[in-house]
């Protein structure tokens, strides 16, 4: 079994308000997307639960995480300090609850996203984009395309996210750059 009924507790709470509200909605899509397109529901459902476990975390408090577990920021994280909370959840998720590798990177790149994502990956995103609780314009076409094309879902996704970083002048995070390259390049390929 990848957790328990206890590990769930534990985790939910860690959290509370919006965040938690928010997790509960993601660990539901989650399920949701991983059922429609054969993933394996209980990864989908560990990684939502523990995906966000650090976002609350002060500034000071990502930097520890950041210095106990080695991850070294790099420029844009330096900046959005607050984008680190992808990584820091996902050590925290292999350190404290035994999370297996392909739920950590899935953790790990759930803002970002990155090249070559799996199915993991790719719901993981996706149900954080979509998830009930979510309201902003756009949403309901996110996830009209989550029902019929995970992969048209998220170009939707990470286009929508790249605009509003520009709009907001932002920095952005090259794994995103790299995510929707190689999104549209699959996507272009005639068995992709
Ligand atoms: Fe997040
Ligand atoms: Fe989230």
């Not at 995970?150 to 996704?157: C, E, R, S, V």
Request: net charge negative.
């Amino acid at each position: 079994m990848l957790y328990t009924d206890e590990t769930r507790r534990d985790i939910l709470s860690r959290l509370s308000g919006y965040r938690l509200k928010h997790t509960l909605g993601c660990e539901k899509a989650a399920r949701m997307l991983a059922q429609k397109y054969g993933a394996d529901e209980d990864k989908c459902a560990f990684a939502m639960l523990l995906h966000d476990i650090t976002k609350n975390f002060s500034q000071e408090e990502q930097l520890n995480l950041c210095e106990k577990y080695g991850i070294i920021p790099n420029d844009v994280e330096k900046e959005e300090w607050k984008t680190l909370h992808g990584k820091t959840a996902a050590a925290i998720a292999k350190d404290v609850y035994g999370a297996p590798d392909d739920v950590v990177h899935a953790i790990a790149y759930h803002t970002t996203g990155c090249a070559q994502m799996n199915l993991l990956d790719k719901i993981v995103y996706m149900a954080d984009y979509i998830e009930e609780n979510r309201t902003f314009e756009g949403v309901k076409t996110a996830r009209k395309l989550a029902a019929r094309s995970l992969d048209q879902a998220l170009l939707y996704g990470m286009n929508a996210s790249l605009r509003e970083l520009v709009q907001r002048g932002k920095l952005i995070q090259l794994d995103t750059v790299r995510a929707r390259n190689w999104l549209m390049e699959q996507m272009q390929e005639p068995n992709g």
